[in-house]
């Protein structure tokens, strides 16, 4: 589904994504991990056409190659992302925020009311159909991420990318979460690239993960190889788990 071949992003001087390769199959949760600094964010920005990708580097989703295409058009074919920060339009309610990600989705044009509709259905899947009336801005921080959820759900995405969708949540929360990323898996077909720093939410959960350091990648397999890779520990989740 999403091919990327020798991936490098620099600032500068400063090798943030360096020489990345990697897959993503239909119907995989893939989890991205490693310490801050280490290029996940600029992977996620390259990928989705935020920052240009050095020379070299293949894009691929669904076969065809999408390096330099707009944010939107990507969009638009079913390779979708929510931010690190909760970006929920505070000033529009529940509904209408699940209904303008129908407006940036596969459909390039749905009418209000087809929009609306398709917000109403993400609400109702994500839990959050008795919310609609609700100020996005009155919602408490775990109910703004499952609307980030929602919103993206509305624009009909193939593959989801997550930042860091559990920071700042109780573990309760956290298991609601996932559980819900598990269920759009498995009842939506939708693909998930999940980045995230609570080990706890993306091991329980992720098929493969993907470890970046530096920019580099350094490790690659199922959580349980992950979690024993002596490298990573040493990089990353000695501090972490
Ligand atoms: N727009 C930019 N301009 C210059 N440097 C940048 C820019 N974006 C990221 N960087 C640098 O690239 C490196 C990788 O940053 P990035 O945000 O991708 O890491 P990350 O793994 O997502 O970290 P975190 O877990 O803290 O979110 C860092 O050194 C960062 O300072």
Excluded: C
């Amino acid at each position: 589904m999403l091919s990327v071949t020798d991936l490098r992003k620099e600032f500068g001087g400063l090798v943030a994504v360096d020489d990345v390769s990697f897959d993503i199959g239909d119907g995989e949760i893939v989890g991205l991990i490693g310490p801050n600094g280490a290029g996940k964010t600029t992977l996620f920005n390259t990928i989705t056409s935020v920052h240009e990708p050095e020379p070299g580097a293949r894009i691929e989703f669904d076969g065809t190659d999408v390096v330099g295409l707009d944010t939107h058009l990507i969009a638009r074919r079913g390779l979708v992302r929510t931010f690190q920060i909760v970006r929920v339009f505070d000033e529009m309610t529940v509904l209408e925020n699940a209904a303008a990600g129908a407006m940036f989705g596969s459909d390039a044009s749905p009418s209000t009311e087809e929009a609306r509709e398709r917000g109403r259905e993400a609400l109702e899947f994500i839990g959050l159909d008795d919310k609609a009336d609700t100020l996005a801005s009155n919602l408490p921080i775990a109910q703004k991420k499952q609307l980030e959820l929602a919103r993206a759900l509305a624009s009909e995405p193939r593959l989801l990318l997550l930042d860091e969708i559990a920071s700042g949540l109780t573990p309760g929360e956290i298991a609601g979460l996932t559980d819900t990323i598990r269920r759009l898996r498995d009842e939506r077909g939708v693909s998930v690239f999940w980045i995230e720093h609570i080990m706890d939410a993306i091991m329980g959960v992720a098929d493969r993960i993907i470890v970046l350091n530096s920019g580099k990648k350094i490790a690659e397999g199922t959580p349980e190889q992950i979690r024993a890779n002596e490298t990573v520990i040493e990089a990353y989740l000695g501090d972490e788990a």
